[in-house]
């Protein structure tokens, strides 16, 4: 109970409260086989028998928490781990020995979302010149 809210460095633990929503309805609980939580603990990466990567918030708390999956090895996916910056995930593959990286990139703020499409509406609505062109 003393190490109960203990800040960790890595979270890579398949099972605890703080990932309980990784685990899809029908899990017979062997379908993880690797978990990363990044760098600045905002985000979890799974790999899984499936063959897919999935990102999720973290703390996963909610059961069968939405995220997003990703697809590319052809058979299970057996390590997965973010980069010490989180600029990137690596992938294992079991049977299809690959090894993928995966880019993250952040999504946009709002402010930066309404810059970007201010920006291609001026774009959009640029005026003729008088030569028509």
């Known amino acids: 109970s003393s190490q109960r ?3 960790w460095a890595s979270y890579t633990c398949l099972l605890g409260f703080p990932v309980m929503g990784i685990w899809p309805p029908d899990s017979d ?3 993880i086989n690797s978990l990363d939580r990044s760098p600045a603990c905002d985000l979890v990466i799974t790999a899984d028998d499936k063959g897919k990567v999935k990102l999720f918030n973290y703390p996963c708390v909610v059961q069968s928490a939405p995220g997003h999956c ?3 090895h052809s058979s299970h996916v057996t ?3 973010w980069a010490s910056n989180q600029s990137y995930a ?3 593959g079991g049977h299809d020995r690959s ?3 995966w880019r993250f990139v952040p999504p946009l703020s709002k402010q930066e ?3 970007r499409q201010q920006q291609r509406h001026q774009q959009v609505l640029q005026p003729v010149d008088s030569e028509g062109v």
């Open 5 to 7: 809210d203990t800040a």
């Open 99 to 101: 090894l993928f990286q």
């Open 113 to 115: 979302k309404q810059r």
């Open 79 to 81: 390590g997965v781990r």
């Open 90 to 92: 690596i992938s294992v």
């Open 29 to 31: 609980g062997t379908d």
């Open 70 to 72: 990703y697809g590319g």
